[in-house]
């Protein structure tokens, strides 16, 4: 069955050795599928990178208030799921529940706005609302409040209608946790309303699995009975590029492989000789970039969306892999090579001119680029001299790293979150391999999968 949604605003007032390990890191998909920055306060550049360092305004969130007791349970989720996500979005101050006033309001003509300006709650702004449930339909009014000023117009009015249920209620919780965070930030959404796309081996092969931001609605795409690796989402989210393993001329080898969004179902991409992995969408998404030993040495090539138009882009001895593509500027790679002996990352053109190594200092071996939104910051995995793999960002212009995790199991392959305040990346510091999100300068790491093993993670533009 179809759901229906749909929401208005409302009207007012409303290892092994580093060399071997970094060969079998390529041999798996062939085969089977620095010193540390001084402490965060003192990094103004990764606080304005990643929009965590601004003043962060107190917000409480009213329980939603039920039009009927049948509802209440459905009231209840949704102020929940609301809280959860303003909580996490890394740039607000929620304030507790044990703070608050006894009556809260369900429509602005009830709000007292002085009641959650005082102290306890000292709250700057307030979300609330009511919901109602009629046979299938269900209906909720949402408000955001500026309660320090109680002549001042609601600063955000929704409503919403769809089926009941409760993965569309958590929906429209997510939508306005978004809409909240956008008018806090300047205009840039929450990611409640994102997916994680990751490979999981919890249905007894590796396929590509799906989840909202927070880890729930886990769920199978792909059944290929085989191994699929490193989920890339497109620029638009229509679509999700991996590596599969593909019969070709009676050998299965890897290859490039797609999935519609859309359609629920793989698309036909082209396929080519030796092994080919690790796709990354340019900006536009007109392209693709990846490895592949076509030719011999494992080099990078792009390719149209729809696999023609192949070119060579990279010309060096050793491997070259795990391409990303700079989302501001669409002219600027970063990927990893060991063409100087071990692992190490570089950047260049997107034509591959202008191939420049970055330096980092003790850092021995390093995987795993990833570019923030904003095309300043790069996230990366590396390995530390007592053997480690943890996360780092970079700030690219000057070199300034800061490392984001330690001495936590082994950390590795961050994604950014669209607003570049939050990170997925894989880690084993709950036993085995599972997902992981944090915000972007370490702190709130939270486990998302538990099943199986989870890894390759990559997050959704939208």
Known sequence: MTIQMASRELPRPPASPPSRYFRHLCSAVLLCGLALAPPLAAQDWFRTGT?????????????????????????????????????????????????????????????????????????????????????NDLAIEA?????????????????????????????????????????????????ASTQIAFVSSRSGSKEIWVMDYDGANQRQLTSLHSIALTPRWSPDATRIAFTCY??????????????????????AFRTWRGTNSSPAWSPDGSQIMFMSSMLGDPELFTTDANGGRLKRIT??????????????????????????????????????????????????????PAWSPNGQLLALSARRRNGN????????????????????????????????????????????????????????????TSQGQSESPNWSPR
Request: one cysteine or more; aromatic letters at 8%.
């Open 315 to 368: 010309h060096s001895p050793g491997v070259d892999t795990s391409p990303a593509w700079n989302p501001k500027t669409g002219q600027q790679i970063a990927f990893v090579s060991d063409r100087g002996g071990l692992p190490q990352l570089y950047l260049m053109n997107a034509d591959g001119s202008n191939v420049e190594k970055l330096a980092l200092p003790d850092m021995i071996y390093v995987i795993d």
């Open 51 to 135: 929009g965590l360092g601004v003043e962060k305004a107190r917000v409480a969130v009213a329980d939603f208030a039920p039009r009927s007791d049948s509802a209440q349970p459905l009231a209840n989720l949704f102020s929940e799921v609301l809280r959860a996500d303003l909580d996490y979005s890394g740039i607000l101050e929620l304030v507790s529940k044990s703070f608050y006033p006894l009556q809260a309001p369900s429509v602005p003509t009830e709000l007292k706005h002085q009641a959650w300006n005082d102290p306890p709650a000292s709250a700057h702004l307030l979300a609330f609302g009511n919901l109602s449930a009629s046979g």
């Open 143 to 191: 408000w955001l409040y500026d309660v320090r000023n109680a002549g001042a117009p609601e600063v955000l009015g929704k409503r919403y209608r769809g089926e009941v249920s409760d993965a569309q209620l958590r929906r429209f919780a997510h939508q306005f946790a978004d809409e909240i965070v956008m008018r806090l930030s300047g205009g840039v959404p929450g990611v």
């Open 246 to 267: 593909a019969s070709l001329g009676g050998r299965t080898s890897a290859q490039i492989c797609m999935y519609s969004m859309e359609t629920g179902k793989p698309v």
């Open 389 to 448: 793999y943890d996360i780092y960002v970079m700030d690219v212009a000057t070199r300034q790293i800061v490392e984001l995790t330690r001495d936590a199991g082994r950390n590795e392959r961050p994604s950014w979150a669209p607003d570049g305040r939050h990170i997925v990346f894989q880690s084993t510091r709950s036993g085995t391999w599972q997902i992981w999100i944090m915000l972007a300068d370490g702190t709130q790491a939270r486990g998302l």
